[in-house]
């Protein structure tokens, strides 16, 4: 059966079709509005955006389904989790703090902000699945107790899942640092012969797992918790993964971590994907390249796996901008996946299109699906 996901693009010729009153259309079109009961504790899943980055949802953006959450009778809060590698989101402090700068306040949004996993990521709780690769996930404590939860996502892409969607933004985003270990349990390699000796891998690693000696790079893998932060900050491309292996399974973690996140919340969770300024990387990296492909609209579902095939068929299906990295890398021969899709052309070794195909196969979700334009 095919799943229905609903679109709205981002055309406006009065007021009764800006983006704010298309959002609360595609929050009452989802099953969702009926769900949510008096008093439930409704979790907002954003991304803050590091800082540095905006690439971000727009707070303006969120005020209406906070709004609409009120309307139902239950009691928003947005959330995210600390993350695995140093930044401004590494603590509960610092992350309420660059959510702040970037305008996520009571003010604008109408909600309070709660970091799920604590202070120093350390509230979890572990949700049992009994899949190929966990039998338990070790999901943040505020997300197991919300009653209800709509998952706000920027989709773009990611250099090591491909993109990033609905899936990521349940999997890394609704896990503690002990979680985000679990699912980057990849361990980075060095190239030597590319490798600079500049040191910037090192500074930025939160475990303090390299060093430089002789201008060379070396990774210690027993302290090495395979966040990749030290490949987003390699300009030589001295630092990769071994491609062959690593990354499938990494999405087939992810998934399995996604389907942790909403367990416990049967018919009580609802997507939202904005496919505009789609960047190349992930809103964890420290600034937002140009995006790849024009602004195409928003899209909501209750079907994590149908809304993110949605996605990726929608930006596929555009011509890459001038002056980007996906025309630069389609460009190049020896760079361009044609046939592929666009994210295996920015990250040629990635292989996104297991979220879907492994969220379909454990029960996330169909990757069949019905456009639905209002």
């Known amino acids: 059966m095919k799943s229905k996901v609903y679109f709205v693009n981002l055309r406006a010729r009065n007021a009764g079709e800006n983006k704010i009153n298309k959002l609360k259309m ?25 800082s540095g980055g905006d690439g971000f949802i727009n707070p303006i953006f969120v005020r209406p389904i906070v709004d609409k959450i009120k309307e139902c009778g239950g009691k928003p809060f947005l959330t995210d989790t600390n993350t695995l590698y140093s930044g401004s989101r590494f603590n509960g402090v610092d992350h309420m703090n660059t959510a702040i700068e970037h305008g996520f306040v009571p003010s604008v949004v109408g909600a309070p902000v709660i970091i799920s996993d604590g202070l120093k990521s350390n509230y979890i709780k572990e949700v049992e699945i ?18 209800a939860m709509v998952v706000m996502s920027h989709f773009k892409g990611h250099e090591m899942a491909g993109f990033g969607g609905a899936i990521k933004n349940l999997a890394m985003g609704c896990a503690p640092a002990a979680g985000k270990q679990e699912q980057h349990a990849l361990r980075p390699l060095v190239v030597e012969k590319k490798c600079v000796g500049c040191g910037k891998c090192f500074e930025v690693c939160p475990q303090e797992a390299i060093k430089v000696e002789n201008d060379i790079s070396f990774i210690d893998k027993e302290k090495c918790v395979g966040c990749g932060e030290c490949m987003t900050v390699c300009a030589p491309k001295a630092i990769r993964f071994d491609w062959t292996t ?19 919340k049967e018919n009580k969770v609802a997507y939202i994907n904005f496919l505009m300024n789609i960047t190349p990387h992930c809103d964890c990296v420290p600034w937002s390249d140009a995006p790849i492909v024009p602004d195409i ?22 011509i890459a901008l001038s002056n980007t990295l996906l025309k630069e890398n389609a460009d190049k021969n020896e760079k361009c ?38």
Not at 26 to 50: P, Q, R, V, W, Y
Not at 134 to 146: L, Q, R, S, T
Not at 257 to 262: C, P
Not at 356 to 369: A, L, Q, R, V
């Open 297 to 318: 609209g928003i899209l909501a579902s209750v079907d994590p796996v149908a809304i993110d095939k949605a996605s990726l068929d929608l930006v596929n299906k555009q």
């Open 130 to 147: 009994n899949k190929k690769h966990y039998d338990k996930a070790k999901i943040a404590g505020d997300i197991v107790d919300a009653d």
């Open 246 to 264: 690593d990354l499938k399974e990494f999405c087939e973690k992810m998934a399995e971590y996604a389907y942790a996140s909403v367990k416990n």
């Open 26 to 50: 595609l929050f009452d079109k989802m099953e969702i509005a009926s769900n949510i009961e008096k008093n439930d504790l409704t979790a907002i899943k954003l991304h803050f955006g590091e």
């Open 337 to 374: 996946n044609c046939g592929k899709g666009h994210f295996n052309d920015l990250w040629e070794n990635t292989h996104g299109e297991v979220q879907i195909s492994y969220g379909k196969e454990i029960g996330m979700g169909s990757s069949e699906y019905e456009l639905i334009e209002i």
